[in-house]
């Protein structure tokens, strides 16, 4: 189907960051979806909750803001306040909440998709990817001991998930370093650096 080898391309553009051909395959997509299954069928939801992603990539806020509040809208009406996908457009949401440094409202809703998503499996991708924006809100505010909390809580989980030596739990590392360097625990903050630092060398090689 035409529709879900465009959606696929367009992920693949988003992964590579090269949001003005993924907007372009994802529009594509979108439509399509709409035009065979309807307009508030899952597999189109999902490609606008895409464009909604592509927005928050280019930096367009007001845009990512405006359009998914309306795919969520009507995803919560379709699939329901706490199925999976509604739940990504609502962490989305939450990004650009941040970005806008609408903190109050960003926190909300990260607070009550991670204790949805706790319940349904407490060290999932989904919970864990949910903390680590979480960590981002609160360091954004200055509010850097919960984000150090948050941040070890999902690098803990993260290794065990994903493994010691996966980017995304590298990432975490990362992370963590730079929370605690806020902290002005210095020490630590070069401890974790340092680890950080061995683990690449062990996944990418000393160069």
């Known amino acids: 189907m ?11 553009y988003m992964d590579l960051e090269l949001y003005g051909p993924a907007r372009r395959q994802m529009e594509r997509a979108e439509g399509l979806f709409r035009s065979v ?7 189109t939801l999902s490609a606008a909750s895409s464009l909604v992603a592509i927005d928050y990539g280019e930096g367009k806020y007001k845009e990512a803001e405006a359009r998914a509040k309306q795919v969520i ?9 706490t199925d999976p996908d509604t739940l990504e457009t609502l962490q989305l949401l ?11 409202e960003g926190e909300k809703i990260l607070r009550d998709a991670l204790a949805v998503r706790s319940r349904n499996g407490g060290e999932s991708p989904e919970v864990i990817g949910t903390k680590r924006d979480l960590a981002q809100l609160y360091s954004d505010q200055g ?5 150090e909390t948050l941040e070890r809580s ?7 998930v994903f493994g010691p030596d996966h980017p995304q739990t590298l990432s975490l590392m ?11 625990r210095y ?7 340092a680890e950080t630092l061995e683990a690449k060398k062990r996944t990418y090689g000393p160069d």
């Open 143 to 147: 509010k850097f001991k919960d984000a």
């Open 2 to 12: 035409e529709a879900g080898v465009r959606r696929t391309i367009g992920l693949t």
């Open 154 to 160: 999902a690098l803990e989980s993260s290794r065990r």
């Open 174 to 184: 990362s992370e963590l370093a730079d929370e605690l360097r806020q902290l002005g």
């Open 73 to 81: 809208a009507a995803q919560q009406k379709r699939l329901g306040a």
């Open 187 to 193: 020490s630590d903050a070069e401890a974790m650096s």
């Open 37 to 43: 299954e309807g307009r508030e069928h899952r597999d």
């Open 94 to 104: 939450a990004s650009t909440y941040t970005a806008e440094a609408k903190f109050a």
